[in-house]
């Protein structure tokens, strides 16, 4: 069983459409979050929520919306998509706390054109 | 600026041969932890090392930690072409809740 999985796959969009990427882990853990990686690899945090609750929010566009349902979701959602933000989006998840390890979904490859 | 830097940023070998490389980062760390990403794969995690230790092993893998010079190295031993990926630090400096910055990742090419 895949431990944290995120959908779609591929996405491939216009500019100032609104898309959400899914994401679901069944490790049992209390905290998720989802990262941004660019064309060069580099991975930045964007969001971390822990048991439903924004603990961490980078400074990312407020087009850029999370939504966690339960502590097993979250959800990306973007509105008006622009060139730049075509990227890898990857979910992850931890267990509580600091010094754990955090278990990444398989990515999400968003182009937008 | 980023918190950890690998080096290099290449690294092509042959099957057999050890791979060493490694990180730099600039503040101080709870712990600092490795990652591999193979092509079109999210990210699986390698070790973790705490900021009191010196040294850990995994298998084929050796990472050690100079806090001092606020670096550590990554050495995969006997190296396969299944380990052809691009390998990533990333530092934990949170207190509470794990935040963790990554490098730029080193990409390894090992040959057959």
């Known amino acids: 069983d895949t431990a944290v999985s995120q959908t779609p796959k591929y996405l491939v969009t216009q500019m100032g459409n609104d898309k959400s990427i899914k994401c679901e882990q069944n490790?049992?853990?209390?905290?998720m979050y989802w990262y941004k990686q660019d064309s060069k690899k580099f991975l930045k945090i964007m969001f971390s929520?822990?048991?439903?609750?924004?603990?961490i929010n980078e400074t990312v566009p407020n087009r850029f919306s999370p939504k966690s349902p339960d502590k097993a979701h979250l959800n990306l959602h973007i509105n008006s998509l622009e060139l730049g933000d075509s990227a890898v989006y990857f979910c992850?998840?931890?267990?509580?706390?600091?010094?754990?390890?955090?278990?990444f979904g398989e990515g999400s490859w968003l182009t937008v054109v | 600026s980023q918190q950890g830097e690998e080096d290099p940023q290449a690294l092509s070998i042959q099957e057999g041969e050890n791979a060493t490389m490694n990180c730099s980062y600039k503040?101080?760390?709870?712990?600092l932890q490795w990652y591999r990403q193979n092509s079109g794969r999210g990210l699986v995690h390698l070790i973790l090392?705490?900021?009191?230790?010196r040294e850990k092993h995994s298998g084929r893998l050796r990472v050690t930690l100079d806090t001092s010079k606020k670096s550590s190295s990554l050495l995969i031993t006997a190296s396969r072409a299944a380990d052809t990926a691009s390998y990533f630090c990333?530092?934990?400096?949170?207190?509470?809740?794990?935040?963790?910055?990554f490098g730029e990742g080193t990409q390894l090419t090992v040959n057959p």
């Open positions: 992850a998840s931890s267990q509580q706390g600091y010094g754990n390890t955090i278990y």
């Open positions: 090392i705490r900021s009191n230790e």
């Open positions: 503040t101080s760390i709870n712990n």
């Open positions: 929520y822990n048991n439903k609750e924004l603990i």
């Open positions: 490790l049992g853990h209390d905290t």
């Open positions: 990333a530092t934990d400096v949170e207190t509470s809740g794990s935040r963790l910055t």
